[in-house]
């Protein structure tokens, strides 16, 4: 049987007014170059969203994952969208375009690519998930949830399926070379939580059960690591399958209730809720945040996309956001403060290391007592 293959490529190439949402004509000519990409016959069919700030494409093919022509098509619309985006200087324009040429693959070059193989089920549900204004550490907490906690999802303790547990492909996302570590839940827990709970350094990359099925797979890509300098944060997407010996979909979504805090928010140096939204609230504004993220459901079926369904955009959220909207009014009140801001590692990359340097050749080994002060108290004495 034919296996098929969902490549979800998303990439910040300009947004209006600021960080703020993709202007439609970037989703449509996006749209257009994928039509001609079927045409082509180099996908089967597509999505085009955004994620606030970012353009997703999310595509369907038989070509495998890591594919150069699916790739490339990719590349080519985000290439094609910031000719657009710059001639009408939309703020940002190619802000994530970090390569000048394409190498056969999207990765290292600024966009993010989360991508899964599958032979489709008699019935083929899944969720993509697409995050702005955080990381790829953002999927850490839900994912461990639908996966290996059975206070969230039911179906661990229930369904004989799920019963025998999930294995966890972790990326250590520091190394210079991809370096990943595969564990098993339940049995590595706790281990897999000393690792899961550094989102900043070690993130899911995929998620398979125990007998090898492809469960779930999330971008890893670091746009700092490939620049060298901040650049806009990684705002990730995951592809997660659902139902049918896997976590039914509304298992999924209860991980996104709580709402977390990520890193990311303003200057992608700031820490912040993670909101569960509809497509309507696709768009950062409140300090460039809150952070937030959308899902969209679909049926995949023969290589084709049916829907989407925007999985957030229910009532049964408002409370995640009432709370959400809450922390991030209590966490605003600190301003400059950690934990707030983030911690200095975390900085490393930001702006924040400029100014400090000024400050830094200034320090000295004795404690300085301000001239014009001790003076005054000398005098006093006599
Ligand atoms: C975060 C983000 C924004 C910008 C901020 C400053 O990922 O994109 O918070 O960092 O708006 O933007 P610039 O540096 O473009 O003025
Ligand atoms: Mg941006
Ligand atoms: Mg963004």
Redesign the pocket.
Known sequence: MVETTISVIKA?IGSLA??VIVPDFLIELARKSLKEGVEKKIINDFHVSNAG?DLELIMTHNKGEGNAEVHKLAWDTFIKGTELARKKKI??AGQDILADTFSGNVKGMGPGSAEMTFEERKSEPIAVFMAD?TEPGAYNLPLFKIFADPFNTAGLVIDPNLHDGFKFVIQDIMKDIPCFIEMKAPEEMYDILALLGSTGRYTIKKIYRNDGMIAASVSTDKLHAVAGK?V??D?PVAIVRAHSGLPAMGEVLEAFTLPHLVS?????SHTGPLLPVGLKDSRCTRF??PPRVIALGFQVSDGMLVGPVDLFDDVAFDISRQRGMEMADYLRRHGPFQPHRLSDDQMEYTTLPKVLTRCENRFVTEELVPKGKAKKKESSVE
């Open positions: 910040d600021g960080h700030d703020y940002a204004k901040y806009g944060k705002d990311g928010w303003m200057r992608g460039d945040g």
